[in-house]
């Protein structure tokens, strides 16, 4: 058993210094894996929020990663092309300008989490599970005949969007960028944890009927952590799409919103680092274990079996503990 | 007598064909403790969940403070000073003791959305969390996570959880369940002093504490209410003895 914030520290350095080792050796490759390693870890921990703290088991997060990847898509392509993106009732043109992309992948993933989460929430546990994926389903669909944007083939940006100040184009630089805004919302998660807010949330997820009676409604308080928890996911999406320079309606699978809960499971439902730690060994086995059988994802269901039966907490509960109560 | 603060009027609730509740008029007035009995299935809880808000009746108005709040929600009327204990202790199991308490400072506070400063540091929230806590006797334990804590801690901790909303009235619906003779006689002892501060609707099947603690009875039967007066003359009543006492007149 080690310290939780040990562990998280652990963790952390790994991540600064696997990819500082791969710069030394020249292996770029292992640059792009990491890359892929923080992005999901970033999508995960937006799901944490809704999942590990709110208790709402989402299987359309997918809705929220895609909407992130294809306001990244949309956007660069009309500025690659050179054609506005609306001209009525204002004129908006495309960018290659990771900030502004990102803020509007925020933006618009908040606001489908809120539309979402306002229509999903009156309904609970499976039936939640049902309606989030039936979301999922409908924006995956109409991403397939949305012929505008490539259909089912998808989008290729050809040149990665820019940063201020950056080359994102050499790799380190764009997973610098990536690890930064990782721990960012690690940080942020930590906070909303303790704070008010949090507290009640917490509460609401394991009994509302109780944070009804002190005078609070746990409608809205779910309600607010699902679109912050999309938004998150929103922020992952438009950065996934930005590494693979590709958007396709894949992003919206339910497949998708599966491997963010497996993720979580993995690593630890509730737990700060837990979707760090899933990413982590979702994609080391994706790696090697997809490099010896197309069909790893058999060992990642024996994984997720072992540790769904025998380690509820995920690793993080196997390595730490049980999570003592905040005080 | 003095106003009621809690007032229920001619309430009926309908589950289809079954009638759980007709035409129940009940008050509570400043300064007293009103206990609803009845044997099991006479509709106490669907009373309870009327007057706090769960269920609508089908019927009938309830009234807080002079205000009508038959279509009020549980949250609004938790806000407007109707403090709540459970039958069955709902804390958050997996919190510690001083979180739960938290949550009610919270509740009263009004104010949940804030992100960033953890809310047991905040100075107010914990001041009014740690001295109901301290009412109740739990101060020593509010580290302990609730789910380690005995049944009786429980019950403290659910009362403690109403106090910090410092509400008009209280709704206890039996506070007294599964805690020993020990228990059962401290918490007595308190809810009697606590009535002074804001008066309390109980539901309780401790029928000692109920005859030591109430000002007056009424003893609710397959959803009606057959009589409603002091103790003695509820002890005395025959219709009541029949119903529910079980003895012979």
């Known amino acids: 058993m080690i310290n939780e914030r040990i562990l998280n520290g652990l963790l952390m350095l790994g991540l600064i210094a696997v990819p500082l080792w791969a710069l030394w050796a020249d292996e770029p490759f292992t640059i792009t894996l990491t890359t892929r390693v923080v992005i999901l870890a970033l999508a995960a921990a937006g799901l944490n929020i809704a999942l590990g703290i709110g208790g709402l088991v989402s299987l359309g997060h997918a809705v929220f990663f895609g909407i992130g990847g294809y306001t990244m898509g949309v956007l660069a392509y009309h500025a690659q092309t050179f054609t506005p993106l609306a001209e009525w009732p204002w004129v908006i043109e495309g960018t290659k300008s990771m900030p502004v992309i990102w803020v509007s992948a925020i933006l618009l993933a908040a606001l489908a989490a809120f539309v979402i989460g306002i229509l999903s929430l009156r309904t609970s546990g499976v039936y939640f599970i049902m309606i989030t994926l039936a979301f999922g389903q409908m924006f995956f669909f109409f991403t397939i005949s949305w012929s505008a944007y490539g259909g089912e083939d998808g989008l290729s940006i050809y040149v990665r969007n820019g940063f201020p100040g950056l080359n994102t184009l050499v790799p380190i630089q764009f997973y610098g960028l990536c690890v930064g805004l990782l721990c960012v919302v690690l940080f942020l998660t930590s906070r909303l944890i303790h704070s008010p807010f949090g507290l009640a949330l917490n509460a609401a997820r394991q009994i509302p009927s109780r944070v009804e009676t002190v005078g609070l409604n746990p409608m809205r308080l779910k309600l607010l952590a699902f679109v912050i928890s999309g938004a998150v996911t929103g922020l992952a999406g438009a950065l996934f799409a930005d590494l693979n320079r590709f958007v396709s309606p894949t992003m919206f699978s339910w497949q998708m919103s599966g491997e963010l809960i497996v993720l979580i499971i993995i690593g630890g439902v509730g737990r700060l680092f837990g979707p760090v730690l899933g990413a982590i060994v979702f994609v080391a086995l994706e790696h090697w274990l997809g490099g010896i059988s197309d069909y790893w994802h058999i060992f990642l269901g024996l994984i997720l079996l072992l540790i769904v039966l025998f380690a509820r907490g995920g690793l993080v509960g196997l390595l730490t503990g049980k999570e003592g109560p905040h005080v | ?249």
């Not at chain 2, 938290?102 to 001041?127: E, I, N, Q, T």
């Not at chain 2, 002892?189 to 008066?199: I, K, S, Y």
């Open chain 2, 1 to 249: 007598m003095s106003e009621a603060i809690l007032k229920t009027e001619r309430i009926c609730k309908n589950f289809g064909a079954l009638q759980a509740c007709q035409d129940v008029s009940i008050d509570l007035r400043p300064g007293e403790i009103h206990a609803i009995i009845g044997p099991n299935g006479a509709g106490k809880s669907t009373l309870i969940a009327q007057i706090c808000g769960s269920l609508r009746p089908t019927s009938g108005t309830v009234e807080f403070t002079g205000r009508d709040i038959t279509d009020t929600g549980t949250a609004a009327r938790a806000r407007l000073g109707l403090g709540r204990t459970f039958q069955i202790s709902a804390l958050a199991m997996e919190d510690s003791v001083l979180q739960n308490a938290v949550l009610g400072a919270l509740g009263a506070s009004g104010h949940p959305w804030r992100f960033w400063r953890p809310a047991l540091a905040d100075k107010d929230l914990r001041m009014r969390a740690e001295s109901a806590l301290q009412r109740v006797g739990l101060v020593e334990q509010m580290h302990a996570r609730c789910a380690d804590l005995s049944h009786g801690q429980r019950r403290q901790l659910e009362v403690a959880v109403a106090l910090t909303l410092a509400p008009k009235a209280f709704v206890m619906d039996e506070p007294m369940a599964g805690l020993g003779a020990g228990g059962s006689r401290t918490l007595t002892g308190f809810l009697d002093e606590l009535r002074a501060e804001a008066p309390i609707l109980l539901v309780e099947h401790d029928m000692d504490a109920v005859f030591a603690l109430a000002d007056r009875i009424s003893v609710l039967v397959y959803g009606r209410i057959i009589a409603t007066g002091s103790v003695d003359e509820i002890r005395r009543d025959p219709t009541v003895r029949e119903a529910y006492l079980g003895e012979d007149p």
